[in-house]
């Protein structure tokens, strides 16, 4: 650990002129305006990195397939949202416009979108050329049932085939490091990959040329990463998924041991490229207390809240790609317009940026990234909206503290109604009995029941108190 800080700001700024830098967007940004050709106007080519292991191309935003475009009809019910389909015809067209603009890095995994991620972007992407898109998957054996050798292979040989392609560009072990105890954490690494002989398997399909590129997403236990690192040597990994945001960089979610300039910096010295996720921390770094949003838009009133956060991803040079759940084509337009070039940060905007970090660190959210592998609640909990919604009204000054505040009845209010909007009275946090499944699941290793009975504590003070 005693190099943790061996990327500081001195390095940080030797290292912008080692060439251009892009960045990418998280899951939710401010929306663009305008039609494709007003917003064609205003980009130039796409930022692109350059892998060192076989020289090709690579746009710095990424397009993560966690969070497609859904059917849903008006008026349906929670459960039918729930289970909505996919809403294919935009799929393709986002992925044809982002194509058309430079994107062509593509993240997926058998474990998006209940399951139906990879089917949607192999329908999406088999009408282009194959030499035209990258495509990166996971081997997301999360559940003990899918431990086995067989069921591993299985999981690969289904992605190869949903997404309509006979080799995988980069190919992760899913989510390494989960848990709150190394033993723990390393042991469940050993049962998904090693004891069961998958790694070797997949070790041998990228000599095979079926795996361009091999490596990992790490989440969790810095021990197992420090571990996975050592053994760079025998595996030889092509690139790491790490989550790196400028709260991040000193201010990590989880612990300051696994901060997000030590993870960057740990591949640094090892020439490993880092592709990079939550850019955006789940959205929070779009969507900041209202007095931060003030200062950004203070200083840049024509640049969305997300776009420094999507710059500050990219200026790093170790950085192959920046991923974005972009939903929307205005999400995508914003992003674009962003790396389209990217106009890399400078020491002032740096230092700029880490103080709002600090400062967002002084604020009681809970920071959940809304990546849903908590869900689904055995008791029918809602924890990402409950969650959101929490966040939502510290962000914008609606959780009232002080009950003899002249404001106090108004943010109540806003707070209560708000929360039954949002999340319906069977799902609410008053209906969690603490049974513990979802916080092994937690990438940022949130002691979920304890805030959601937090949450549920807060939400009674106000009901008492009305």
Known sequence: MDNKKIFNRRTFLKAL??????????????????????????????????????????????????RLPMIEEEGASEEEKQNAEIDQEMVNKLVDYAL??????????????????EHATGIALSRHKRNEYYIATKLSNFAPETWSHEAGVEMFQ???????????????????????????????????YIDNGILDY??????????????????????????????????????????????????????????????????????????????????????????????????????????????YAGTLPGVLTVLSGMT???????????????????????HFLEEIGTEMANYNTVPCTGCKYCMPCPYGIDIPAIFTHYN????????????????????RRAFLVGYDRSVPRLRQADHCIGCGQCAPHCPQSIAIPKELHRISDYVEKLKREG
């Open 100 to 117: 058309e603009h430079g994107v062509n890095y593509f993240d997926t995994s058998p474990a998006y979108c209940k399951g139906r991620s």
């Open 202 to 311: 997949l070790l041998e399909q990228r000599e095979k040329g079926v795996i361009k590129n091999l490596g990992f997403s790490y989440h969790g236990n810095i021990e197992v990463y420090d571990y996975l690192l050592s053994q760079h040597d025998k595996y030889k990994w092509d690139f790491v998924q790490i989550q790196l945001n400028y709260f991040d960089w000193q201010n990590a979610a989880v612990n300051d041991e696994d901060n997000a300039q030590y993870l960057y910096d740990e591949l640094v010295k090892r020439n490993i490229p880092a592709v990079i996720m939550e850019p955006l921390l789940g959205g929070r770094l779009a969507k900041l207390p209202d007095p931060l949003t003030l200062k950004l838009q203070q200083r840049d009133p024509e640049a969305s809240v997300a776009s420094w956060a999507f710059r």
């Open 158 to 192: 289904n992605s190869l085939k949903e997404l309509q392609v006979d080799y995988i560009d980069y190919l992760l072990l899913h989510a390494v490091g989960g848990g709150d105890d190394p033993q723990d954490a390393m042991k469940k690494f050993n049962a998904r």
């Open 17 to 66: 002129g080692l060439g251009g830098a892009t960045v990418a967007a998280g899951s939710v940004v401010s929306c663009a305006t305008g039609d494709k050709d007003s917003q064609d106007q205003q980009l130039g080519e796409m930022t692109m990195r350059t892998n060192p292991k076989d020289g090709n191309k690579i746009s710095i935003l990424g397009y993560g397939m966690m």
């Open 328 to 350: 929307y084509m205005e999400h995508l337009q914003d992003n674009l317009k962003t790396y389209s070039p990217l106009k890399p940060l400078n020491e002032e905007e740096q």
């Open 392 to 411: 939502k009204c510290l962000n914008e000054g609606n959780a009232p503290q002080n009950s003899n505040s002249s404001t106090y009845a108004k943010e």
